[in-house]
Nanobody, 123 residues
Framework: QLVESGGGSVPAGGSLRLSCVAS?????????MAWFRQIPGEEREAVAT????????YYADSVKGRFTVSRDNYRKALFLNMNTLKPEDSAMYYC??????????????????WGQGTQVTVS
């Protein structure tokens, strides 16, 4: 089970830090983790992914230079630092994971475990 936190409402230009914690019962020892986001009526899109060792990261073009993904495997935690937020960043943000040392193509179907989401609103 993945549990997100840290969402909220901020003005444009502001910052937020999202967190995701995995329960000890979920997933293998190695996993790719990711942040996705979704606006009602639209497809869920990958924002960022990070390999199990943290060495390889992927970012959607729309967030490059503004968002930073990181993880703490000891705490089974995933983070997303979001800076210079824009109204178009408003969405429900989801934490996701799949087993393995590497990350598959960042599409929804490739991820096995999902959190319930945390809402980010930028006005």
């Amino acid at each position: 089970q993945l549990v997100e936190s840290g969402g909220g409402s901020v003005p444009a230009g502001g910052s937020l830090r999202l967190s995701c914690v995995a329960s000890t019962a979920s997933g293998p020892s190695a996993s790719c983790m990711a942040w996705f986001r979704q606006i009602p009526g639209e497809e869920r899109e990958a924002v960022a992914t990070i390999t199990n060792d943290g060495a390889e990261k992927y970012y959607a073009d729309s967030v490059k230079g503004r968002f930073t993904v990181s993880r703490d495997n000891y705490r089974k935690a995933l983070f997303l630092n979001m800076n210079t937020l824009k109204p178009e960043d408003s969405a429900m943000y989801y934490c996701a994971a799949h087993p393995g040392d590497w990350c598959y193509t960042p599409v929804r179907a490739n991820f096995r475990w999902w959190g319930q989401g945390t809402q980010v609103t930028v006005s």
